[in-house]
């Protein structure tokens, strides 16, 4: 995973970069948000990626010294069929976006519901009972 938390952690300081000097050379607020939009979905990203690499043991494709034998046969981790996770990220997604049309306090609320969701994609426990 250390591969892959690299080029996302890569992308997003690409992405900061070039916002910081779109920011300075022009005033368009809209192109600016995209750009940091982008560097924070990329940094989430990457935090994830870096998070799994210390969580987990090096994966065959991270070592040198690997046969393809080793490979053979992995059993893939998949989330955990019982979790509250998607319902409450999906719920702060969804008062986000009412937010931005509707008032500030919405927004802030579903900035609330939001956070939990994502901490628990984040930090699931990899050996929780289902």
């Known amino acids: ?48 990626l870096w998070r799994q690499d210390v969580r987990t043991e090096p994966r065959p494709e991270d070592r040198p010294d690997t046969t393809i034998q080793e490979s053979a046969g992995r059993r893939f981790s998949f989330p955990q069929p019982y979790s509250y996770a998607p319902v409450v990220t999906a719920a702060g997604a969804a008062l986000l976006g009412l937010g931005v049309v509707e008032g500030l306090w919405i927004f802030l609320i579903g900035i609330g519901v939001l956070v939990p969701g994502i901490l628990g994609f984040v930090f699931r426990g990899r050996d929780a009972p289902d």
């Open 1 to 48: 995973m250390k591969v892959e938390a690299w080029l996302f952690t890569g992308t997003a300081v690409f992405f900061l970069v070039v916002a910081a000097v779109y920011g300075v050379f022009s005033h368009d607020p809209a192109g600016l948000s995209a750009l940091v939009v982008s560097c924070v979905m990329a940094a989430l990203i990457s935090a994830f």
